[in-house]
């Protein structure tokens, strides 16, 4: 309206058809002619007053009025905001979060609520409801700021949602009488379902408390940020619940509960989860023990026609599922078993949303699947790694779940993570929002360096990312980018103690970094071992989850050997090696070594796909040849189903790399990136072998772990430690 003519806007006009009685009262009373504008002024009478009445805002339209004779309805909001200038003041824009207005003309100015500082190191915040204030068209959310100690055992709710824009939909909510602050519309919705409106007091008639960072944390200090984000450990699991809002519902989500509902009747038969433990299990594997030990359930769970596994299929693709803050917050909430699934006004139980998951009949290729479907398999995963006291290491945690999931701060990439780490066996690393990202990342994979003693960390490295974070050594792992490739090293980063290769024969990493070094650089010791004499031309994606199955063919094979003969024979690069030795190098490398699953897994005939029978013939008896060549060929017992699980993290870590001719070990998996003239290098306190590129006087660029047959494991390591060179990767 503030666009019209000043006589257009003083003219009354008919009142709106969806306007509230209320509403058109206060128009009447005023005597304005537009819905709009009374909401407008109520507003800003409330900012400035902290409270409304309609006598006092009539009373000073009056005042106001007969000091300036008849007006707009724009020049009577700008009266009002003069009359109380000295109350209202322009919102701040801060580094932590934008506080762009919902509403350029409804809430450009407000009074902001200053937080009272935490004293304590166990200090939090907590808020409870107050009241709900309708303003022309629109309700507020008013509630009060509480402090507390988590020593004292506060009784609360916490909260996890997701944050959503902070540039647009933000609206104010108002705190005690005469203050406001600026929250985002995601907030706004869960504090509507969950602050208790209808019951402000819960079943022990005390005064209903809820935690959310948004409201109890003070986004404005950055310090403060780093402390509270270090306790959300604290904060969830001391929770008496945790809701975890996904959301307002719609069909698609009624259609997806209705599905998970599917279950609660088998509830009495799954009070042990843990009979679900999923390492190792993927989802034909559920769905048959699933089957086998309820049979009530073939009855309970829908066919796979019916339109409900469509809609779990659509719900898992919800934001929630793609942040990785409520990851940590549903871990942590999960010492008294996960929080409540919520969407709008319902409910489920998180373990029947996994079981629904697992059972999901999936005929979509693998990078269709909505990222729900794994972040649901991976907080169960951690559930059962927490309660059988076997978290991965921090490391493997920020690489796997880092990767897949999203936050809006690429140091949150750690910092969202640090919680969910073995309290007994976790890194001491101070969360500090003052630092760069860059400055983070390096401190991060230094720190693990010196408490592991060993350069495991290193192998966590994004090889082929496009975009690096700037002024990143090459020796960090930049571990914003989305995981490019598999660490050669694979579950077991995560899950064994003891490296699977042993490339520099447990040689340990000694810190011997010089004072005089450069900051950002890390000085290694070891051994060249060798060089790329040329790469391949051909970047071949291998093992790429969408392909298995040609990965898994004959004919792909194939085609990649003779590939490699063009490269190697016919140019003279490979020499003293018979075409039987070079064929089962080539297949161990391609297979990381895992030649015997592979062949194990080969059914004959070969392929149907064979242009001529001789064809077939001759590649099946060259691959019995080879069977014969492996002193512990496993027997081809039938059991496909388990050597092709086994077998399917070797496929994986081919992904994004390449082959390249070496020259005295032949080939080598390595780095796309790998190029002519690079170095292999053992490198003491590393599992696998290392592609280095010269950049100075003993200065180095760490390319890319890489595998090569006859170096995995510490064959050539024939050195004393004293003998070692010194590299500086920079």
């Not at 596994?309 to 803050?325: E, G, I, N, Q, V």
């Not at 919520?342 to 999936?362: E, I, P």
């Amino acid at each position: 309206m503030e666009n019209l003519p000043e006589a257009e806007a003083d003219r009354p006009g008919p009142a709106s058809s969806s306007e509230s009685p209320r509403l058109g009262t206060m128009k009447a009373n005023l005597g304005l002619g537009f819905p709009q504008a009374v909401s407008r002024l109520m507003t800003w009478f409330l900012i400035a007053e902290g409270q409304f009445d309609e006598k006092s805002l009539k009373t000073a339209v009056e005042e106001i009025l007969s000091e300036n004779g008849n007006m707009s309805d724009l020049a009577l909001q700008t009266a009002i905001r003069r009359r109380y200038a000295k109350k209202i003041y322009a919102v701040v824009q801060t580094p932590a979060i934008s506080l762009s207005p919902l509403d350029s003309t409804n809430f450009r100015y407000v009074t902001r609520y200053k937080f009272a500082p935490l004293t304590g190191p166990s200090d939090i915040r907590l808020f409870k409801y107050n009241k709900f204030i309708t303003l022309g068209e629109q309700v507020y959310f008013s509630c009060e700021i509480v402090h507390a100690n988590l020593d004292d055992k506060p009784v609360y709710t916490a909260i996890s949602y997701v944050w959503g824009s902070v540039e647009e939909n933000i609206v104010p909510v108002l705190i005690g009488d005469d203050k406001a602050l600026m929250v985002t519309r995601n907030l706004m919705e869960v504090l509507f379902r969950f602050s208790g409106a209808n019951t402000p007091t819960d079943t022990g008639n005390r005064t209903r408390l809820l935690w959310t960072d948004q409201l109890c944390i003070n986004q404005y200090d950055s310090e403060e940020r780093g402390k509270q984000v270090a306790m959300m450990r604290r904060i969830y699991s001391q929770a008496e619940t945790t809701k975890l809002w996904l959301g307002e519902e719609d069909e698609t989500a009624s259609q997806a509960f209705e599905l998970i509902r599917c279950f609660e009747c088998l509830k009495p038969s799954l009070s042990e989860p843990s009979m679900f433990t999923i390492t190792g299990l993927d989802a034909d594997d559920i769905r048959q023990r699933f089957f086998t030990t309820f049979p009530q359930a073939m009855d309970a769970v829908p066919p796979k026609t019916d339109p409900r596994w469509k809609a779990l299929f659509t719900f898992l693709d919800r934001p929630w599922f793609s942040r990785l803050w409520v990851f940590q917050e549903a871990i942590l909430s999960s010492n008294k078993g996960f929080g409540s699934v919520v969407c709008g006004q319902m409910t489920c139980n998180f373990f029947h949303l996994y079981l629904a998951r697992s059972l999901l009949f999936v005929d979509w290729e693998v990078s269709s699947l909505p990222p729900g479907f794994q972040m649901v398999k991976y907080l169960m995963q951690f559930y059962f790694y927490r309660n059988l006291e076997c978290l991965p290491p921090i490391t493997f945690t920020v690489w796997q779940i880092g990767s897949l999931l999203h936050s809006q701060d690429p140091r949150d990439r750690i910092y969202g993570l640090l919680g969910v780490q073995d309290p007994e066996k976790d890194i001491d690393f101070a969360i500090d929002y003052l630092k760069s990202v860059e400055e983070v990342y390096v401190d991060f994979t230094r720190r693990c360096i010196e408490k592991d003693e060993s350069l495991r960390v290193l192998e966590f490295g994004k090889e082929s990312s496009a975009e690096r974070v700037p002024n990143l050594p090459s020796w960090v792992p930049d571990w914003s980018a989305e995981a490019a490739t598999t660490p050669l090293e694979g579950s077991n980063l995560g899950h064994q103690k003891n490296s699977r290769f042993k490339a520099s024969a447990d040689r340990a990493h000694i810190n011997l970094q010089p004072t005089w070094a450069p900051k950002q650089s890390l000085m290694v010791r070891g051994k060249i071992i060798d060089h790329v004499v040329t790469e391949m031309e051909h970047d071949f994606q291998i093992g790429c989850p969408v392909q298995i199955e040609q990965y898994f063919s004959i004919n792909f094979r194939v085609r990649i050997w003779v590939m490699f003969l063009e490269y190697g024979i016919e140019r003279g690069l490979l020499k003293a090696a018979t075409a039987e030795q070079l064929q089962a190098a080539l297949i161990r490398t391609l297979t990381v070594d895992g030649f015997n699953d592979w062949l194990a897994t080969q059914e004959f005939p070969l392929s149907h796909n064979r242009s001529s029978d001789e064809e077939a013939i001759a590649i099946y008896n060259e691959l019995e040849h080879l069977r014969e060549l492996s002193s512990n060929g496993l027997p081809h017992d039938g059991s496909n189903k388990d050597l092709h699980r086994k077998f399917w993290l070797n496929t994986e870590v081919c992904r994004g790399r390449r082959l390249s001719v070496l020259e005295k070990y032949w080939v080598m998996l390595g780095p796309a990136q790998a190029r002519k003239g690079d170095f292999i290098c053992i490198i003491h306190g590393s599992s696998v072998p290392w592609v280095l590129r010269t950049r100075g006087m003993d200065a180095y660029e760490l390319v890319g772990q890489c595998f090569v047959d006859g170096l995995m494991y510490g064959e050539a390591v024939n050195w004393s430690e004293d003998d070692a060179e010194s590299f500086f990767l920079i």
